[in-house]
Structure formats: C-alpha cells, structure tokens
C-alpha cells in the first residue's frame, strides 16, 4: 500500500505541521524530560506516524520490543486497560538503556469513560517507566484529568498545494502519468485528509494513467460516496431507498458509525442545504445518542426518518 510505502520515516519528512514539529524536536534530545502526549485534529494529518516516529527515534532499532500499539476503538473497555496496558506499562526495562516503555493509544477518543477513569490512574502510577501518547479525532471525547496529564498537539487540516505536491511526487516515483486537474479532484474529495487521498491515487491509478475517469471509476464504488448517496436519498424524502443503502453498507461492508456521521457531515456542511440547521441538530442528535451505547443501525435508521420528514 503506498499509504505505507511513503509514510515519513522522520520527522522533517512531516507535512505542514511545523509548529508541533518545533515544540516535539527539544524532546528528542532529551527523551527523559518528554511528558504524556495528546494529539488531537482530523484524521489523516501525520498523528499515528509521527507517534511511531517519536517512538522510533526515542526507543531505538529495538523500538518494537519496548512499546505497544493498540487501537482503542477495538480494544476500548476496561479490561483491556487493566491487563494489556497495565501489564506492560507497570515494569521498567532497562536492557538497551531506553528511558522509558512506550504506549501508543491510536483513536484514545472511541475509549470508554470507566476505561480512562482506569487509564488515568495507570498513567500516574507508571509515569516513571512509561509514556503514553493517545491520539484522537476529537478532544471533547477525552476526560479532562487525562487532557490535564498530557501535553497537547493540535493538528491542523493539510492544506491544499501541500497535499498536491506530495501526491505528484508520489505519482513520479510510481511512473504514473497524471495532469493536474485529476490531482486537485483527488484532493477535493479527500478534503484535507492525506492517507485517503493517497489511498484513491492508487486505486485510480492501476492502469498506470490518473485521470478525472479514472477517479470517478474509483471514488463511485467507495464507502464515502455511498453515504454521500445515503445522505442525499434522506434530504429528498427517498427514506425507504436510503434506509436500503444503509443497511447494505452496515451488514455487507461494515462501515462505522463514525464515519458514516463524519462523511455525512462533510456534504452536508458543503452542499450548505436549505435546512442545514435543522440537519446539524439531528446528526448531533444520533451522534450522542450513539456515543452513549444506542443500536447504532436503529439510530441511524432514524436519523434518517428524521431528515427525510423535514
């Protein structure tokens, strides 16, 4: 996957986040004085690699052995706190002189309140041989007493020439003939989010030739494009049709969620529809609903009842 094949190695290889880039180099130098660290902002801005960066140069080769990697959206209850974290967080290892373990909490904002009440306490406790770095979407998700024990980074949406240039690049190294009018469509759909935009370069590039054809052929048949397609069913009073779709891409491709209120929110706010307030209300509606332990496949059947009934 060339979402891989060129992910940064370093951290001047980081695109467009210099100011988190400055305040992260004095730690490098003197890893024992790094605090807990929080990054936050959209999805596909640098988090997760410049996490496993920070954990590369901090730890060394053997970087591996002395951190772990959970995705807490999957592994968000309790127990998972209790055992895998505690376990491997509570014991110093000091064979190849690392300073400290290192655990990296990708999407720390899907966890459980009881299960960061249980995080906090562990991250106390183990603070002088472990550190923590939670990455998240959404701040709001994270109790304060754990936003309060970390150092915060706020990443900023990838803005356009930056994502650009970085997907013509790709393309050169690739041989992939492209124009530019296919490369800013691509970063028009990814709306600012680099790994899906990387993501629908490769798709639409397989016959070796990227193209505004080729691009539709790609994005026609992804996940985004479906609930795009849901969403606008809903707003034209077509429930029975997009209540359909849903269930589709629920129990056959076993889209998320979040993501379907995420995508859902993008074209909302981009097609700025007559009733967008009413629809903001409604999305924030199931959202919390979900959030708090509803059926998600009733409550977005509901969601869409609701917009369709505008």
């Known amino acids: 996957m060339w979402v891989e094949k060129y992910r940064p190695e370093n951290i001047t290889q980081m695109i467009n986040q210099k100011s988190i880039i400055e305040r992260l180099k004095p730690f490098l130098k003197t890893p024992d004085s790094i605090p807990h660290l929080l990054f936050t902002g959209p999805p596909g801005t640098g988090k997760t690699t410049l996490a496993i960066i920070l954990a590369k140069n901090i730890l060394g080769k053997n970087w591996q052995e002395y951190s772990i990697f959970l995705n807490a959206s999957d ?5 998972t706190v209790r055992q895998r974290i505690k376990n491997f967080a509570r014991y110093a290892d ?3 002189k690392v300073p400290f373990k290192m655990i990296i909490l990708d999407e720390a904002d899907e966890m459980t309140n009881d ?11 183990t603070s002088r041989t472990s550190r923590f770095i939670l990455i998240g979407n959404y701040i709001s998700n994270i109790i304060q007493p754990i936003q309060s ?3 915060i980074f706020h990443f900023i949406k990838l803005e356009q020439n930056y994502i650009t240039t970085h997907l013509e690049k790709i393309s050169s190294k690739e041989k992939i003939k492209y124009d ?17 935009a990387i993501n629908l370069l490769q798709s639409s590039s397989t016959s070796g030739k990227l193209d505004i054809k080729n691009i539709n052929k790609a994005y026609n048949v992804s996940h985004k494009k479906q609930i795009i397609d849901i969403i606008n069913l809903a707003i034209d009073k077509k429930f029975n049709e997009a209540r359909e779709k849903l269930v589709v891409l629920n129990n056959v491709y076993g889209i998320s969620e979040k993501d379907f209120l995420k995508y859902a929110n993008e074209e909302i706010m981009k097609n700025k529809n ?5 629809i903001v209300k409604i999305l ?13 496949e009733i409550q977005l059947s509901a969601l869409l009842a609701e917009i369709a009934a505008i």
């Open 284 to 296: 924030a509606k199931y959202d919390y609903r979900i959030i708090r332990g509803a059926n998600p």
């Open 274 to 278: 007559d009733n967008i307030e009413e």
């Open 94 to 96: 000091n064979r190849e």
């Open 115 to 125: 299960a960061q009440t249980a995080l906090r306490r562990i991250m106390e406790e």
């Open 149 to 151: 024990r970390c150092s």
């Open 180 to 196: 530019n009018q296919a490369i800013k469509m691509i970063y028009d759909i990814s709306n600012g989010d680099l790994r899906a």
């Open 75 to 79: 592994e968000r209850g309790i127990n």
